[in-house]
């Protein structure tokens, strides 16, 4: 809550637009936990960039004789692998570092898809109603009927294994989300003065949708798609938890602590580090996109 | 609020306290999987009949070293090559009190042999584990007379695995009541059957006592046995060393030590009947030339495998055959691990800068063919794990003839009766559903067409000696090794073992 | 003050500040402000939004929550300082002697819970001769809230108590709060703004009946408005605040005939015409400044026809006549002493 | 609620039904992998005999016609045979689904009774330790991935200390004549106290971790409309009343300030369902959800697509609990 506004002296004087965001990222940037909170998600983007860098042994390396080594301060551990080994004898350190790849990869891509299709479908038929929001309403609500996880598992039976396909069956229902939000602000914006103006003074639909709608309902569909992208990294792990996600080798976090599942009762190890991983970066994001949506907007809640 | 404290304290203590206290008298087993149905005749999966088999008897079973032995049956014998005589033994009771007799017995059979005999015209998923049988009937009151269309050998080896209903009790209940009734002769009957949970049996008392020639011939030792559903594997483990339950199955290898180390509970381990191979694909032009074969046969440690991964507990094979099947050629010299030789192989065949292939596998077996791909890939075949599931594996690698895609299929053939007939032929014949390396060879089949009618057990012997031969000579397949299946059990047992074909009979299993 | 003790005032504020700590700064919401409610007498409050009016009768209520706090004055109401009392003791003085109504009844009603039930619990809370028996008591206060639903004029009161405030019209729910604040007889009734959400001829209905009921109750009013045109028809005495000061203070009749403030000036300037009343008008032009880090000096100086160089100081409260004060050091020329 | 605003409601539910059934067929249809195959498993056999089994499970017929046959036996109330079990999928789900139903109903009611109080003193007392302490926790709650949280659980208070069973809805030797077949009300109907802390013992650790993340966002939600509903006028009024601070908080702004509360937490159970499957999974909970996964990796189609009308019919019936529930806490909105 930005506090002018929250006075009661009324004293709050109408601003420009500009100095409104600047003052919002102001507020952001006084909410020291979301500031931290960012710099761990900037981290984590710059861990998963120069992941050959920072690893210190091939994520895909086997050694038989290292076989699910423990962690450097166990006994029997050693720095060179210092969170241990997995079932195969690979590093688990190196395993995480790429495997923030793949999280923050089919993170950002399924919002990135989700959120172009959802704010198209979502314009669509808030702007122009009709048969097009009748039928667009109508698909989000089967959609909606299904539950998530089900129907991405029987998306990834249908397509098979896979990085693209794991995008795909997210963000097949993951649209939903930004289409709501998109067509309910639309709904509204539609009816405001100016946009009444530039249909008055001749403008295209496709303009009017692009150019005078979506630049002022963005802030909360940036804002819930920060959030969503939280979920969609945990939806990913689910799903590589369950067996249905990337092919193997490569590290996936939720596939590392479903494979380190079955050892945990005397190598607590493998599948406990890769959990944590998931734990900081979704909680990082998370943290950030509610001091996001504190700075940005106000009134918007869950 | 004091109050309501301390009314929260109290159900926290009770939260606290142990669950009911464990009788002596009830066994419990930690088990992967619920059974699908109770119906004998109505279902394709081990599991299930690994439950119901403590509760139905069948003709003949099998003791823990797969010895076959009349069971419902007082004896039997082989008339002429597709004429078999069973004779029923009298004086057995169902649950339900009524007497089993001839007629229940052939009734059984019928009913998963014939076309539409479960009723609503369909026929038992079953029928085909009965082989060529062409009709059975009861001769001279207690015989049951099973005649085949033409030889068959297999069939007392085939007929464990089908348990005896009650007609009356069909009848009465019709196929649908089946599904969740169990009316038996075996050792236990069902008390409630918890979807999902557990299946709770107690022990008939009126049990004629079971197979003659495995003692003791009684009733079951336990007042109760329980099957406790519990899928995942560290779960199952905890349950067994917190002593909640008294056997489990499937007990990972990695987790052999911490159940030995632990005060009361023991490992048990039994060779399987499963044989593990790696397909090549033999349309692909690659693996069309033997050397290639060859070359990835030397490529792999397998010993190093089961030694690490396996902990052990697998036994090397040179053909497809178990170390313990009828008919396992013991002399077979196999392929050593040499990856240099495995170059020099690529390069005559060809290919001296390695090759690039993938090699599928199941989802279960990821570690291990991931392993395998590693140690192919250091002897220059470059091999990429696809993980797929077990079903669309299935689609793309058992073609039965059709034309397959793929490289390598890390895969496995179970043989419930150790008869090499029910995993050669399958695996070997042209076009068969398991030759998923499109392996044909015209002697072969014809050699193992003669096996299968055969009814000199020595000579048949011999036939399967020089089939494996035969097939390891022209190496279709790596062949990779047969894991034991390890159970973890309760030192408070005694008078059970595990049996290869993974059956979990109770009937004499005890605790102190 | 030397006013004599036996017309001692009801309330006697003097010297509140009020302060809202914020992250830009401190914003001095009420400055240095001095009130007196005299008994039997209606007092107008006039002044643009922001001018500090009703953050001075939130004061006197003891409304006022972090990040907002009183940081200094005196609030003596009937010989009591309520600054002093303890929160238990304000709260009967909060409501019980003190009622208060707000500007807009739609959303000062509670949505969720039924006329009946609002006026009620006021009753309840403030009523120390109910009966003690449960049945008895509940009587006694349902036959009160019928009468004074009935005493604002809504009619068939006893079926409406369980209606819930959206079925009412605009007009019936300003009577309805008003008969929530009275239900307590309360000495001293603030009301914050009664008619700007209603429209005319409402307005003229609502406004009797404050006055109405001032009279027959015996109760003093304490009247918020920023339009002087309701205060000249209803108020005895009336006070005008801009940017958190009192700027003057006066007979209505002598304030509205000879204004000594040239922003009470501009007020009547643009009173607007009787058929146009309760139309948002600018009054003047320019903006109230932002109450964060004023200048010590006249702060009506920026919209103020008639500053001057001597302006650029504080200015202090002036008597301008008989119970008159202006905070003006230009007009006093024109007074003439 | 009026009889109308009811029926279009209901009719409203055809078009998301058969919707849903078409993407579902569709789907299991585009799935490759064939249920006979895998019920043959490692066996030689005739063509003859695989083509009798297809066609015993009614896949030897056309797409479209399979479709068709679901449809209209599905109108009857028929759903199909499962492939597996043999027999009606609507009984096979319908023993698995009071497992679910009593887990999602646990971790519901957990979730309430925790945030909702959380939530209302995190908002009263705003900035205060507590209010801290509830934002970490509710943050922690929606990162923390369940498959993985559960599987810390059941390691340390299952196995390290042996509080808590490993698995499972109930120990074998509590028996309970079955009323409504959800474990812990029939055990308390029966007046078996050792039974129902039994289930209770069972239910605990997987219905925390199916209702933590639920809890996170109610408390968040919570906080939030309390926040909101504390500035408004008539909690202004209320106060200028003169009442209690209790009664401000409790009578005045509780009531409004549930009902976003309540319109999350009925959309919220929807993902409660959706969830149970891992939580199923990870504690052995013999519920629909892991049967729903097990079943699409075997292929039972009819079981499948009667789960999943199951969830959607679920769903559409949630949001109508939630759009009565609004009407009940808020006067102004008839539906």
Same mark, same amino acid.
């Given at each position: 809550?930005?506090?002018?506004?929250?006075?009661?002296?009324?004293?709050?004087?109408?601003?420009?637009?500009?100095?409104?965001?600047?003052?919002?990222?102001?507020?952001?940037?006084?909410?020291?936990?979301?500031?931290?909170?960012?710099?761990?998600?900037?981290?984590?983007?710059?861990?998963?960039?120069?992941?050959?860098?920072?690893?210190?042994?091939?994520?895909?390396?086997?050694?038989?004789?290292?076989?699910?080594?423990?962690?450097?301060?166990?006994?029997?551990?050693?720095?060179?692998?210092?969170?241990?080994?997995?079932?195969?004898?690979?590093?688990?350190?190196?395993?995480? %570092?790429?495997?923030?790849?793949?999280?923050?990869?089919?993170?950002?891509?399924?919002?990135?898809?989700?959120?172009?299709?959802? @704010?198209?479908?979502?314009?669509?038929?808030?702007?122009?109603?009709?048969?097009?929001?009748?039928?667009?309403?109508?698909?989000?609500?089967?959609?909606?009927?299904?539950?998530?996880?089900?129907?991405?598992?029987?998306?990834?039976?249908?397509?098979?294994?896979?990085?693209?396909?794991?995008?795909?069956?997210?963000?097949?229902?993951?649209?939903?989300?930004?289409?709501?939000?998109?067509?309910?602000?639309?709904?509204?914006?539609?009816?405001?003065?100016?946009?009444?103006?530039?249909? =008055?003074?001749?403008?295209?639909?496709?303009?009017?949708?692009?150019?005078?709608?979506?630049?002022?309902?963005?802030?909360?569909?940036?804002?819930?798609?920060?959030?969503?992208?939280?979920?969609?990294?945990?939806?990913?792990?689910?799903?590589?938890?369950?067996?249905?996600?990337?092919?193997?080798?490569?590290?996936?976090?939720?596939?590392?602590?479903?494979?380190?599942?079955?050892?945990?009762?005397?190598?607590?190890?493998?599948?406990?580090?890769?959990?944590?991983?998931?734990?900081?970066?979704?909680?990082?994001?998370?943290?950030?996109?509610?001091?996001?949506?504190?700075?940005?907007?106000?009134?918007?809640?869950? | 609020?004091?109050?309501?404290?301390?009314?929260?304290?109290?159900? =926290?203590?009770?939260?606290?306290?142990?669950?009911?206290?464990?009788?002596?008298?009830?066994?419990? !087993?930690?088990?992967?999987?619920?059974?699908?149905?109770?119906?004998?005749?109505?279902?394709?999966?081990?599991?299930?009949?690994?439950?119901?088999?403590?509760?139905?008897?069948?003709?003949?079973? *099998?003791?823990?070293?797969?010895?076959?032995? +009349? /069971?419902?049956?007082?004896?039997?014998?082989?008339?002429?090559?597709?004429?078999?005589?069973?004779?029923?033994?009298?004086?057995?009771?169902?649950?339900?009190?009524?007497?089993?007799?001839?007629?229940?017995?052939?009734?059984?059979?019928?009913?998963?042999?014939?076309?539409?005999?479960?009723?609503?015209?369909?026929?038992?998923?079953?029928?085909?584990?009965?082989?060529?049988?062409?009709?059975?009937?009861?001769?001279?009151?207690?015989?049951?007379?099973?005649?085949?269309?033409?030889?068959?050998?297999?069939? #007392?080896?085939?007929?464990?695995?089908?348990?005896?209903?009650?007609?009356?009790?069909?009848?009465?209940?019709?196929?649908?009541?089946?599904?969740?009734?169990?009316?038996?002769?075996?050792?236990?009957?069902?008390?409630?059957?918890?979807?999902?949970?557990?299946? %709770?049996?107690?022990?008939?008392?009126?049990?004629?006592?079971?197979?003659?020639?495995?003692?003791?011939?009684?009733?079951?030792?336990?007042?109760?046995?329980?099957?406790?559903?519990?899928?995942?594997?560290?779960?199952?483990?905890?349950?067994?060393?917190? $002593?909640?339950?008294?056997?489990?199955?499937?007990?990972?290898?990695?987790?052999?030590?911490?159940?030995?180390?632990?005060?009361?509970?023991?490992?048990?381990?039994?060779?399987?009947?499963?044989?593990?191979?790696?397909?090549?694909?033999?349309?692909?032009?690659?693996?069309?030339?033997?050397?290639?074969?060859?070359?990835?046969?030397?490529?792999?440690?397998?010993?190093? @495998?089961?030694? *690490?991964?396996?902990?052990?507990?697998?036994?090397?094979?040179?053909?497809?055959?178990?170390?313990?099947?009828?008919?396992?050629?013991?002399?077979?010299?196999?392929?050593?691990?040499?990856?240099?030789?495995?170059?020099?192989?690529?390069?005559?065949?060809?290919?001296?800068?390695?090759?690039?292939?993938?090699?599928?596998?199941?989802?279960?077996?990821?570690?291990?063919?991931? =392993?395998?791909?590693?140690?192919?890939?250091?002897?220059?075949?470059?091999?990429?794990?696809?993980?797929?599931?077990?079903?669309?594996?299935?689609?793309?690698?058992?073609?039965?003839?059709?034309?397959?895609?793929?490289?390598?299929?890390?895969?496995?053939?179970?043989?419930? &009766?150790?008869?090499?007939? $029910?995993?050669?032929? #399958?695996?070997?014949?042209?076009?068969?559903?398991?030759?998923?390396?499109?392996?044909?060879?015209?002697?072969?089949?014809?050699?193992?067409?003669?096996?299968?009618?055969?009814?000199?057990?020595?000579?048949?012997?011999?036939?399967?000696?020089?089939?494996?031969?035969?097939?390891?000579?022209?190496?279709?397949?790596?062949?990779?090794?047969?894991? /034991?299946?390890?159970?973890?059990?309760?030192?408070?047992?005694?008078?059970?073992?595990?049996? +290869?074909?993974?059956?979990?009979?109770?009937?004499?299993?005890?605790?102190? | 003050?030397?006013?004599?003790?036996?017309?001692?005032?009801?309330?006697?504020?003097?010297?509140?500040?009020?302060?809202?700590?914020?992250?830009?700064?401190?914003?001095?919401?009420?400055?240095?402000?001095?009130?007196?409610?005299?008994?039997?007498?209606?007092?107008?409050?006039?002044?643009?939004?922001?001018?500090?009016?009703?953050?001075?009768?939130?004061?006197?209520?003891?409304?006022?929550?972090?990040?907002? *706090?009183?940081?200094? $004055?005196?609030?003596?109401?009937?010989?009591?300082?309520?600054?002093?009392?303890?929160?238990?003791?304000?709260?009967?003085?909060?409501?019980?002697?003190?009622?208060?109504?707000?500007?807009?009844?739609?959303?000062?009603?509670?949505?969720?819970?039924?006329?009946?039930?609002?006026?009620?619990?006021?009753?309840?809370?403030?009523?120390?001769?109910?009966?003690?028996?449960?049945?008895?008591?509940?009587?006694?206060?349902?036959?009160?809230?019928?009468?004074?639903?009935?005493?604002?004029? %809504?009619? &068939?009161?006893?079926?409406?108590?369980? /209606?819930?405030?959206?079925?009412?019209?605009?007009?019936?729910?300003?009577?309805?709060?008003?008969?929530?604040?009275?239900? &307590?007889?309360?000495?001293?009734?603030?009301?914050?703004?009664?008619?700007?959400?209603?429209?005319?001829?409402?307005?003229?209905?609502?406004?009797?009946?404050?006055?109405?009921?001032?009279?027959?109750?015996?109760?003093?009013?304490?009247?918020?408005?920023?339009?002087?045109?309701?205060?000249?028809?209803?108020?005895?005495?009336?006070?005008?605040?801009?940017?958190?000061?009192?700027?003057?203070?006066?007979?209505?009749?002598?304030?509205?005939?000879?204004?000594?403030?040239?922003?009470?000036?501009?007020?009547?300037?643009?009173?607007?015409?009787?058929?146009?009343?309760?139309?948002?008008?600018?009054? %003047?032009?320019?903006?109230? +400044?932002?109450?964060?880090?004023?200048?010590?000096?006249?702060?009506?100086?920026?919209?103020?026809?008639?500053?001057?160089?001597?302006?650029?100081?504080?200015?202090?409260?002036?008597?301008?006549?008989?119970?008159?004060?202006?905070?003006?050091?230009?007009?006093?020329?024109? !007074?003439?002493? | 609620?009026?009889?109308?605003?009811?029926?279009?409601?209901?009719?409203?539910?055809?078009?998301?039904?058969?919707?849903?059934?078409?993407?579902?067929?569709?789907?299991?249809?585009?799935?490759?992998?064939?249920?006979?195959?895998?019920?043959?498993?490692?066996?030689?056999?005739?063509?003859?005999?695989?083509?009798?089994?297809?066609?015993?499970?009614?896949?030897?017929?056309?797409?479209?016609?399979?479709?068709?046959?679901?449809?209209?036996?599905?109108?009857?109330?028929?759903?199909?045979?499962?492939?597996?079990?043999?027999?009606?999928?609507?009984?096979?789900?319908?023993?698995?689904?009071?497992?679910? @139903?009593?887990?999602?109903?646990?971790?519901?009611?957990?979730?309430?009774?925790?945030?909702?109080?959380?939530?209302?003193?995190?908002?009263?007392?705003?900035?205060?330790?507590?209010?801290?302490?509830?934002?970490?926790?509710?943050?922690?709650?929606?990162?923390?991935?369940?498959?993985?949280?559960?599987?810390?659980?059941?390691?340390?208070?299952?196995?390290?200390?042996?509080?808590?069973?490993?698995?499972?809805? @109930?120990?074998?030797?509590?028996?309970?004549? #079955?009323?409504?077949?959800?474990?812990?009300?029939?055990?308390?109907?029966?007046? *078996?106290?050792?039974?129902?802390?039994?289930?209770?013992?069972?239910?605990?650790?997987?219905?925390?971790?199916?209702?933590?993340?639920?809890?996170?966002?109610?408390?968040?939600?919570?906080?939030?409309?309390?926040?909101?509903?504390?500035?408004?006028?008539?909690?202004?009024?209320?106060?200028?009343?003169?009442?209690?601070?209790?009664?401000?908080?409790?009578?005045?702004?509780?009531?409004?300030?549930?009902? #976003?509360?309540?319109?999350?937490?009925?959309?919220?159970?929807?993902?409660?369902?959706?969830?149970?499957?891992?939580?199923?999974?990870?504690?052995?909970?013999?519920?629909?959800?892991?049967?729903?996964?097990?079943?699409?990796?075997?292929?039972?189609?009819?079981?499948?697509?009667?789960?999943?009308?199951?969830?959607?019919?679920?769903?559409?019936?949630?949001?109508?609990?939630?759009?009565?529930?609004?009407?009940?806490?808020?006067?102004?909105?008839?539906?």
């Amino acid at each position: 809550m930005s506090t002018a506004a929250q006075s009661p002296t009324e004293a709050a004087t109408p601003a420009a637009a500009t100095s409104i965001f600047r003052r919002n990222m102001r507020d952001f940037a006084d909410n020291r936990l979301a500031l931290v909170s960012a710099v761990v998600v900037v981290l984590f983007v710059l861990m998963a960039l120069a992941a050959p860098l920072v690893a210190p042994h091939d994520p895909n390396a086997t050694d038989l004789f290292r076989r699910l080594q423990p962690p450097a301060w166990m006994e029997g551990g050693s720095w060179s692998y210092p969170l241990g080994a997995d079932a195969l004898g690979r590093d688990i350190l190196s395993r995480i %570092i790429y495997g923030t790849r793949i999280s923050i990869f089919i993170g950002a891509a399924v919002i990135l898809v989700a959120t172009t299709i959802g @704010i198209l479908a979502g314009l669509a038929a808030g702007y122009l109603r009709g048969w097009t929001d009748v039928a667009i309403s109508r698909l989000v609500d089967i959609l909606l009927g299904f539950p998530y996880l089900i129907f991405a598992i029987g998306l990834m039976a249908m397509m098979g294994p896979g990085l693209v396909n794991i995008i795909l069956a997210l963000a097949y229902k993951e649209w939903v989300i930004p289409c709501r939000v998109v067509r309910g602000e639309t709904l509204v914006t539609r009816e405001l003065e100016y946009v009444e103006a530039a249909r =008055a003074l001749g403008a295209s639909r496709g303009h009017i949708m692009l150019r005078e709608i979506l630049p002022n309902i963005l802030s909360p569909v940036i804002v819930v798609s920060t959030i969503r992208m939280a979920h969609v990294i945990i939806l990913e792990a689910s799903l590589s938890f369950l067996g249905l996600g990337v092919q193997p080798p490569t590290a996936s976090w939720g596939a590392m602590v479903a494979d380190g599942r079955a050892f945990i009762l005397e190598s607590w190890w493998v599948s406990t580090f890769p959990g944590v991983a998931i734990l900081l970066l979704v909680l990082a994001i998370n943290v950030a996109s509610q001091g996001l949506r504190d700075a940005f907007d106000p009134r918007f809640s869950e | 609020m004091t109050k309501l404290h301390r009314t929260l304290m109290v159900s =926290a203590l009770a939260l606290c306290t142990a669950a009911p206290a464990v009788s002596a008298q009830e066994l419990v !087993v930690g088990f992967t999987r619920d059974a699908d149905t109770l119906d004998p005749a109505n279902h394709r999966n081990r599991e299930t009949e690994t439950v119901i088999r403590n509760m139905f008897d069948g003709v003949l079973t *099998r003791d823990s070293s797969m010895e076959i032995h +009349p /069971q419902l049956a007082e004896s039997y014998e082989q008339v002429s090559p597709t004429v078999y005589d069973f004779h029923i033994r009298e004086g057995v009771q169902f649950h339900d009190g009524t007497e089993m007799t001839a007629g229940d017995v052939a009734f059984t059979l019928r009913r998963i042999t014939e076309e539409g005999a479960m009723g609503d015209g369909q026929t038992s998923p079953r029928q085909s584990l009965m082989g060529p049988v062409e009709s059975v009937e009861v001769v001279e009151g207690n015989t049951v007379r099973v005649t085949l269309s033409e030889p068959w050998p297999l069939l #007392p080896a085939m007929l464990p695995f089908q348990e005896v209903v009650s007609q009356d009790f069909v009848e009465e209940v019709g196929t649908e009541g089946m599904a969740t009734q169990a009316n038996g002769t075996g050792p236990f009957e069902l008390v409630e059957w918890r979807r999902g949970d557990s299946i %709770i049996m107690e022990r008939f008392e009126d049990y004629y006592g079971g197979a003659e020639g495995i003692p003791p011939v009684d009733t079951a030792c336990v007042e109760r046995a329980i099957f406790r559903i519990i899928p995942e594997s560290a779960s199952r483990v905890a349950a067994l060393l917190s $002593g909640d339950v008294h056997i489990i199955n499937e007990l990972p290898p990695h987790s052999v030590a911490q159940v030995e180390n632990n005060s009361g509970t023991e490992v048990m381990t039994v060779n399987g009947t499963r044989s593990f191979f790696i397909a090549m694909n033999m349309e692909n032009e690659i693996f069309d030339d033997i050397r290639v074969r060859q070359a990835v046969a030397h490529a792999i440690d397998r010993d190093l @495998i089961i030694d *690490r991964i396996l902990g052990g507990n697998a036994e090397a094979i040179n053909g497809i055959l178990s170390p313990d099947a009828f008919g396992k050629n013991d002399e077979l010299e196999g392929y050593d691990y040499d990856p240099e030789r495995a170059q020099e192989l690529l390069a005559e065949a060809g290919y001296p800068d390695g090759i690039e292939v993938t090699l599928d596998v199941e989802g279960a077996f990821r570690d291990t063919a991931q =392993a395998v791909a590693s140690l192919l890939t250091d002897a220059g075949i470059n091999t990429q794990v696809s993980v797929g599931e077990g079903t669309m594996l299935t689609q793309q690698w058992r073609t039965e003839g059709e034309p397959k895609t793929g490289d390598m299929y890390f895969t496995s053939w179970g043989n419930g &009766s150790l008869d090499p007939q $029910g995993i050669f032929v #399958p695996t070997h014949m042209t076009d068969a559903r398991g030759n998923s390396a499109g392996y044909a060879n015209p002697e072969l089949d014809a050699l193992l067409e003669e096996a299968a009618v055969e009814t000199d057990r020595a000579e048949r012997a011999e036939m399967y000696q020089e089939a494996e031969a035969m097939a390891a000579a022209d190496a279709p397949y790596v062949y990779l090794w047969v894991p /034991q299946d390890i159970y973890g059990v309760s030192t408070r047992l005694s008078g059970w073992s595990p049996s +290869p074909d993974s059956r979990i009979n109770l009937h004499d299993a005890c605790l102190d | 003050m030397t006013d004599t003790a036996a017309s001692q005032p009801l309330l006697s504020v003097s010297g509140l500040r009020t302060v809202f700590e914020t992250r830009a700064g401190s914003v001095f919401a009420v400055d240095g402000v001095d009130v007196n409610v005299r008994r039997g007498e209606c007092l107008g409050v006039v002044g643009e939004s922001g001018s500090g009016k009703s953050v001075t009768f939130s004061s006197v209520m003891g409304l006022i929550k972090p990040p907002g *706090r009183i940081a200094a $004055g005196e609030i003596i109401f009937d010989g009591r300082d309520l600054r002093a009392l303890s929160p238990a003791e304000m709260r009967m003085v909060r409501g019980g002697e003190i009622a208060m109504t707000l500007q807009d009844a739609l959303t000062a009603l509670n949505p969720a819970l039924t006329v009946g039930a609002q006026i009620a619990e006021m009753i309840e809370a403030h009523d120390p001769g109910l009966p003690r028996s449960e049945p008895a008591r509940r009587r006694a206060i349902r036959t009160r809230a019928v009468e004074m639903l009935g005493l604002v004029g %809504i009619p &068939s009161p006893d079926e409406r108590l369980r /209606q819930y405030p959206h079925e009412f019209s605009g007009g019936m729910r300003q009577r309805i709060m008003i008969a929530i604040a009275l239900a &307590s007889r309360p000495r001293l009734l603030i009301a914050d703004e009664p008619t700007t959400a209603l429209d005319v001829t409402i307005q003229a209905q609502v406004l009797e009946l404050i006055t109405e009921l001032r009279t027959e109750l015996g109760m003093s009013v304490v009247l918020i408005t920023h339009d002087l045109g309701v205060v000249a028809e209803h108020c005895d005495r009336v006070m005008v605040m801009y940017a958190g000061q009192v700027v003057e203070e006066g007979p209505t009749a002598e304030v509205i005939a000879d204004p000594r403030h040239p922003y009470t000036k501009g007020l009547l300037g643009s009173i607007p015409r009787i058929e146009l009343r309760g139309q948002k008008i600018q009054p %003047i032009e320019g903006q109230v +400044p932002e109450l964060i880090d004023l200048p010590p000096q006249c702060r009506f100086y920026s919209r103020c026809a008639l500053a001057g160089a001597d302006c650029l100081k504080p200015i202090e409260m002036r008597r301008v006549g008989p119970d008159r004060q202006a905070r003006c050091i230009r007009t006093r020329k024109e !007074v003439g002493a | 609620m009026s009889l109308t605003k009811l029926i279009e409601r209901l009719l409203q539910l055809v078009p998301v039904l058969l919707g849903v059934s078409v993407i579902v067929f569709i789907m299991m249809a585009l799935t490759p992998g064939d249920p006979v195959e895998i019920m043959i498993g490692d066996q030689n056999i005739s063509a003859e005999q695989e083509a009798q089994m297809r066609r015993d499970l009614g896949l030897d017929e056309p797409v479209h016609q399979r479709f068709l046959t679901f449809l209209g036996n599905a109108v009857q109330g028929d759903f199909g045979t499962s492939f597996y079990h043999r027999r009606p999928v609507s009984e096979v789900i319908a023993e698995r689904l009071p497992a679910t @139903i009593e887990l999602s109903l646990v971790a519901l009611i957990l979730a309430l009774a925790t945030s909702i109080p959380l939530g209302v003193v995190a908002a009263i007392r705003k900035n205060s330790v507590l209010d801290r302490l509830a934002t970490v926790g509710s943050l922690l709650g929606v990162s923390l991935p369940g498959f993985w949280f559960g599987i810390l659980l059941l390691m340390l208070f299952a196995v390290h200390l042996q509080l808590l069973p490993v698995a499972g809805r @109930i120990s074998y030797q509590s028996e309970i004549e #079955p009323i409504t077949h959800l474990l812990l009300v029939d055990s308390l109907l029966r007046g *078996r106290l050792d039974a129902f802390a039994d289930a209770a013992r069972h239910i605990i650790l997987p219905a925390i971790t199916l209702g933590l993340p639920m809890t996170a966002i109610l408390t968040r939600v919570t906080r939030t409309s309390m926040l909101e509903v504390m500035r408004t006028d008539y909690i202004t009024f209320a106060e200028a009343k003169g009442l209690s601070r209790r009664r401000v908080i409790y009578r005045h702004a509780l009531k409004n300030a549930l009902i #976003p509360t309540v319109s999350v937490a009925a959309i919220e159970t929807g993902s409660l369902l959706g969830g149970n499957m891992i939580v199923e999974t990870v504690f052995g909970w013999p519920g629909l959800g892991r049967l729903v996964v097990e079943s699409i990796f075997v292929r039972n189609f009819p079981l499948v697509q009667a789960a999943v009308l199951l969830y959607a019919v679920t769903y559409v019936m949630l949001n109508f609990i939630a759009d009565i529930l609004y009407t009940v806490l808020n006067p102004r909105v008839k539906l």
